[in-house]
T-cell receptor, first 113, second 113 residues
Framework: SAVISQKPSRDICQRGTSLTIQCQVD?????MFWYRQQPGQSLTLIATANQGSEATYESGFVIDKFPISRPNLTFSTLTVSNMSPEDSSIYLC??????????FGDGTRLSIL | RKEVEQDPGPFNVPEGATVAFNCTYS??????FFWYRQDCRKEPKLLMS???SGNEDGRFTAQLNRASQYISLLIRDSKLSDSATYLCVVNMRTSGSARQLTFGSGTQLTVLP
């Protein structure tokens, strides 16, 4: 399976600031996704990162808060904007082609003070 | 009703025990099914896909009952290293050809020496 690298692995941020998380894959993949896992919860899909076009957001998530880029088939970024303590979470990118299971990066652990 | 429901546990079992996890899903149009394993503070990792005919991988057996919309995971001869949270994951078609993974809340397993 693809090797997926996320940066940063963790960060502590001040409220009101923004952080961009990077996801790099060692091979071209069709589908890239961004998830959030809040403390003690399961994973929730934020959006599907589409190469060359705007991301597809799930209910409850908006582009202004979570802008996503996907300039090519191996790289995507997720920005968490104007952060508040409620954004403290693990953010995970995953990759997977249409009918295949997804594989995850090792996540970004974000704490907002 | 949640789209994917699991018994959260925790399941505390002695080494060598057999343990079974159950999962139900609400969307009859669901296409594919997986069990993921998530260790504490780590990303989810694919354990096995689940097929209609049932499938086995060593000590792990997964079964799918489409009529009852029910998935199970059986672990035989439990090892200490099996301690983790097990996530039931359903891949369902949304709009057009898009599919997304929906995660259950996870079942926590602790294997005791």
């Amino acid at each position: 399976s693809a090797v997926i690298s996320q940066k940063p692995s963790r960060d502590i941020c001040q409220r009101g600031t923004s952080l961009t998380i990077q996801c790099q894959v060692d091979s071209q993949v069709t589908m890239m996704f961004w998830y959030r896992q809040q403390p003690g919860q399961s994973l929730t899909l934020i959006a599907t990162a589409n190469q060359g076009s705007e991301a597809t957001y799930e209910s409850g998530f908006v582009i202004d808060k979570f802008p996503i880029s996907r300039p090519n088939l191996t790289f995507s970024t997720l920005t968490v904007s104007n952060m508040s303590p409620e954004d403290s979470s693990i953010y995970l990118c995953s990759v997977g082609d249409r009918d295949q299971p997804q594989h995850f990066g090792d996540g970004t652990r974000l704490s907002i003070l | 009703r949640k789209e994917v429901e699991q018994d959260p546990g925790p399941f505390n079992v002695p080494e060598g025990a057999t343990v079974a996890f159950n999962c139900t899903y609400s969307n009859s149009a669901s296409q594919s099914f997986f069990w993921y394993r998530q260790d504490c503070r780590k990303e989810p990792k694919l354990l096995m896909s689940v097929y209609s005919s049932g499938n086995e991988d060593g000590r792990f057996t997964a079964q799918l009952n489409r009529a009852s919309q029910y998935i199970s995971l059986l672990i035989r001869d439990s090892k200490l290293s099996d301690s983790a949270t097990y996530l039931c994951v359903v891949n369902m078609r949304t709009s057009g050809s898009a599919r997304q993974l929906t995660f259950g809340s996870g079942t926590q397993l602790t294997v005791l020496p």
